[in-house]
């Protein structure tokens, strides 16, 4: 323990003060539905969180409750690949009997548990690992200092920081039935991990939402999935004006 001390003017103490009351006038309407939610100000999600007072991707969570509802799902479980800092998870946990978090990031998976037992949440288990096709060692390589989630697992050799694993592994592990929900965020791995996780989706069928990054690899998972009887497609493609 180090002693240290401190000053603060009285002119920047007011202005603190005076900056929290602005801030709360502004945004504490819309934040009021989200409880407690551990994140950086300064990354992608949680500047958006902020800013929009919603969750992350808020619309796109509205339209999967939809689907959801009309479908009749939430008895039984969700794997979110990529869970990050929890802005899906928690939402899946609310809505599923059980969640399984997949995310090999050190820091984004301590504030996903942070995240997720801040919303009083005890259904769901966390795995720091990537997932794959074959067990093997991976490193994450993060891409953009404002985004975390866009960081990218690559394959050492070696110890890594984290297992790659396939999806099947983890879900026999689990002792868990009824899949439900798949969602897969894995900035380009996304083939590789519905490959690791084939056998669990052929025989339990789950909604898939998964986010592909281009046309080709897009291609590649839909024939993928076709091959498990997939054959009807929800695509949101972004436009700008």
Known sequence: TVDFTTKLSVGRAIGNALRRRIWRWLFAPNLR???SFFLDARDHIGAERIIMGDRFEGQLLAALDDILRKLELGDGCAIDVGANIGNHACFFAQRFRHVICIEPGSIAALVLQANLEAASLTNFQIHRCALG????AGVLDRINDEN????????????GDFPIL???QIWRASGLSQLQLVKIDVEGAEVEAIEGLFSTIDNEKPLICVEVLDAQRWGMVKGLLGTAGYTAWYVLVPKSD
Not at 133 to 136: E, H, P, V, W
């Open 33 to 35: 539905s989200l409880d």
């Open 133 to 136: 096709n074959a067990d093997r």
């Open 148 to 159: 975390l989630g866009s960081s990218i697992v690559r394959e050492v050799a070696g110890a």
């Open 166 to 168: 396939p999806g099947d």
